[in-house]
């Protein structure tokens, strides 16, 4: 009796997690990418039992919770991140190694092997589109969005060590020596007011007091061909502070205990409020009364926030988070020319993570 009870237990263990199989192609959010599909590679070559045995991996019953326990392992005994995409920082801060996810935390150190020429190109790409802008009546500003561990480098485990110029400074140093380029580097103001606790400590992304010096940094190259642009300076804001308890990297490597990390709010001191028409991150747009510059922002992640903070210096900002939203098949730089005819707007903004820099040749 005894030995079929344990022959019960054994093959339920076995068909509970086919039995409770997900079947829906939901995204896997923590694991910032899409559950597998059959055939969803479009690769022949691959075998169908490679693409069934990627499919239940993603869907098989308890897996969540699986993945959790796991990850609860490392943390709570080990101490160590579950994942090689994720570090635990000093200071309580979560680093980003963007292992597969463009350039990553080799750069840190300088070691990110890179071709000059996709260098150039790029700087080449940035120099046309806004003489093209220019012949068409909009005015141009771009920026790269640094990495947490760019303005935080003491956060760094020193294993990743020790930092050094990388792409970014290889960009600004490029794009410097073309005159009249309008791209600018956040860095400075950024490091000035690093003091103030400018990124999230369980995310990858500024927070709204980092969001908001990019975009004052931003808006005073710009505001002599557009003098319309209202201001954003720092003591146009009440900062009040409140408490979240996740992050996109708190979420990958599973911390679902409260964090309670304290992050500045920013409240307007005169005048609404500036607030999304529709709250989509991924395409945000915000209209204000009285009616000034329209703004396009074309960005990814980090433009979500940086968004809610132009929005206060123009009386419409749409942001278009183009490497999410660009249908496929089409070029990237191809789907910016479309947008900016669709909006026709007085100033083009275009932002880029400092991770994925080049991640797209024009």
């Known amino acids: 009796m005894i030995a079929w009870i344990r022959i019960a237990v054994f093959l339920g263990a076995l068909i509970a997690p086919l039995l409770a199989l997900h079947l829906r192609d939901d995204a896997l959010a923590n694991e910032k990418r899409n559950a597998a599909t059959l055939g969803s590679t479009g690769d022949a070559t691959i075998p169908l039992a490679t693409q069934i045995d990627a499919y239940v991996r993603d869907r098989f019953g308890l897996r969540p919770t699986l993945i959790a326990l796991h990850r609860r392992l490392f943390l709570g005994l080990l101490h160590e991140s579950p994942t090689d995409r994720v570090v635990l ?66 956060i760094v485990p020193a294993r990743f060590g020790p930092h050094t110029a990388g792409m970014i400074d290889a960009f600004f140093a490029a794009a410097s020596a073309v005159p009249d380029l309008a791209a600018v580097d956040v860095r400075p103001i950024l490091i000035e007011h690093r003091g103030e606790d400018l990124y999230f400590h369980s995310d990858s992304h500024w927070n709204p007091l980092g969001a908001l010096y990019a975009a004052q940094r ?145």
Not at 104 to 126: E, K, L
Not at 252 to 273: N, Q
């Open 89 to 154: 920082g000093h200071g309580g801060h979560l680093v980003y190694t963007a292992r597969d996810d463009g350039i990553d935390i080799t750069d840190f150190a300088g070691r990110w092997p890179y071709d000059p020429a996709t260098i150039a190109s790029w700087v080449a790409w940035q120099r046309d589109f806004q003489t093209r802008l220019a012949a068409q009546g909009h005015a141009y500003v771009m920026t790269v969005a640094p990495n947490k561990q760019t303005i935080y480098p003491e």
């Open 218 to 362: 931003m808006m005073d190259r710009v505001r002599p061909a557009v003098p319309g642009l209202h201001s954003l300076a720092r003591e146009n804001y009440a900062i009040s502070r409140t408490r979240i308890d996740t992050g996109d990297l708190a979420n990958m490597i599973g911390a679902y205990r409260p964090l309670g990390e304290p992050t500045p709010m920013l409240t307007r001191k005169h005048g609404p409020r500036a607030e999304p028409l529709a709250p989509n991150p991924e395409e945000l747009v915000f209209e204000e009364p009285p009616h000034g510059p329209r703004c396009l922002l074309l960005g990814d992640s980090f433009g979500a926030m940086l968004s809610r903070r132009l929005a206060d210096a123009c009386g419409r900002m749409r942001f278009v988070n183009v490497w999410r939203l660009c249908p496929k098949g089409q070029a990237l730089f191809d789907y910016v020319d479309d947008l900016v005819a669709e909006e026709s707007p007085d100033v083009v903004i275009f932002e880029v993570a400092e991770r994925y820099l080049f991640h797209v040749a024009p």
